[in-house]
């Protein structure tokens, strides 16, 4: 079983800043892409930021130069640098990691319970 545990969700002012972790643990042999998603109230959940095993990032239009993904492939670990934050940010942001590969040979994709980003204005 793989779970995934984010943190670093909270308030924050316009402008602020936050930094989301997230850890995957279980029965990992490897992730192929982590990243982060986010879904604001009556939205769709949309991509904000992901990364590759080998360190390839991708963004959402709306985060580019705020925004900072990285990763600790060696702790199975997903991070989120928000700078400048905006309103509009606000949202419950998911960490989901993809093609993971376990032990036992599985290959699934996972996701994590979620965590609350207020960007008051």
């Known amino acids: 079983q793989v779970q995934l545990v984010e943190s670093g969700g909270g308030l924050v002012q316009a402008g602020g800043s936050l930094r989301l972790s997230c850890a995957a643990s279980g029965s990992i042999f490897s992730i192929n892409a982590m990243g982060w998603y986010r879904q604001a109230p009556g939205a769709q959940r949309e991509l904000v930021a992901a990364?590759?095993?080998?360190?390839?990032?991708n963004y959402a239009d709306s985060v580019k130069g705020r925004f900072t993904i990285s990763r600790n492939n060696a702790k199975n670990t997903v991070y989120l640098q928000m700078n400048s934050l905006k309103p509009e940010d606000t949202a419950v942001y998911y960490c989901a990691a993809e093609s993971v590969r376990t032990v036992a040979g599985t290959l699934e994709d996972y996701w994590g319970q979620g965590t609350q980003v207020t960007v008051s204005s």
């Open positions: 990364i590759t095993s080998g360190g390839s990032t």
